[in-house]
């Protein structure tokens, strides 16, 4: 079955990294697209970045482009999200989700699977 | 940025209760839309993408319809562990944007 699970989350000072990382398994990972969604604590869902299946394309919501870095190592069948200069409202829990469907060279965020979450504080 | 609206952002009923959920995209989203469920602590479930498609092992009692930007959610006969909250999803475009979501809880 389908798992994905997240780790990296952590408590961190404003201004420090982090990276988040996301083991996939239960499916062929190098075929599907991939994401990153957070929800700040007590809040509604936001999603952060995409990553097409290959690596070759990336999205970012525009709160966390130029910090945040989307990656993945098809190898590791592993997801990554480097998070730079962060910010307290970059506090919440992040999960990784997997598009439900695979279409070779087209984005259809309809997200089947969630990981668990990580949660992430950046505080002082 | 395309913008979702849902309404209302609570709602109180009882078991036996139909209910619905209404969620507004700011613009043409050519229905692509989807529904989560989230409950405490947990992470977010898809219940219904494409506006009306159920995914697998999801109860008929969820439906779901569109009206050009105007797209409904809908519970028949609501069961104990419907409580939780609710959030549409559009993909028409990048950022893909949630609604504020729609906490369901027993009256």
């Known amino acids: 079955q389908v798992q994905l699970v997240e780790s990296g989350g952590g408590v961190v000072q404003p201004g420090r990294s982090l990276r988040l990382s996301c083991a996939a398994s239960?499916?062929?990972?190098?075929?599907?697209?991939m994401h990153w969604v957070r929800q700040a604590p007590g809040k509604g869902l936001e999603w952060v970045a995409f990553?097409?299946?290959?690596?070759?394309?990336?999205y970012y919501a525009d709160s966390v482009k130029g910090r945040f870095t989307i990656s993945r190592d098809n190898t590791k069948n592993t997801l990554y999200l480097q998070m730079n200069s962060l910010v307290t409202e970059d506090t919440a829990m992040y999960y990784c989700?997997?598009?439900?469907?695979?279409?070779?060279?087209?984005?259809?965020?309809?997200?089947?699977?969630w990981g668990q979450g990580t949660l992430v504080t950046v505080s002082s | 940025d395309i913008q979702m609206t849902q309404s209302p952002s609570s709602l109180s009923a009882s078991v036996g209760d139909r209910v619905t959920i209404t969620c507004q995209a700011s613009?043409?989203?050519?229905?692509?839309l989807n529904w989560y469920q989230q409950k405490p602590g947990k992470a977010p479930t898809l219940l219904i993408y494409?506006?009306?498609n159920l995914e697998a092992g999801v109860p008929s009692r969820f439906s779901g319809s569109a009206s050009g930007t105007h797209f409904t959610f809908t519970i028949t006969s609501l069961q104990p562990e419907d409580f939780a909250t609710y959030y549409c999803?559009?993909?028409?475009?990048?950022?893909?944007?949630f609604g504020p979501g729609t906490t369901l809880d027993i009256k």
């Open positions: 989700a997997r598009e439900r469907t695979v279409v070779r060279g087209v984005i259809i965020t309809i997200l089947g699977y």
């Open positions: 239960g499916f062929t990972f190098r075929s599907y697209n």
């Open positions: 990553i097409s299946y290959d690596g070759s394309d990336k």
């Open positions: 613009q043409d989203i050519h229905n692509y």
């Open positions: 494409d506006v009306s």
């Open positions: 999803q559009q993909y028409e475009r990048v950022p893909f944007t």
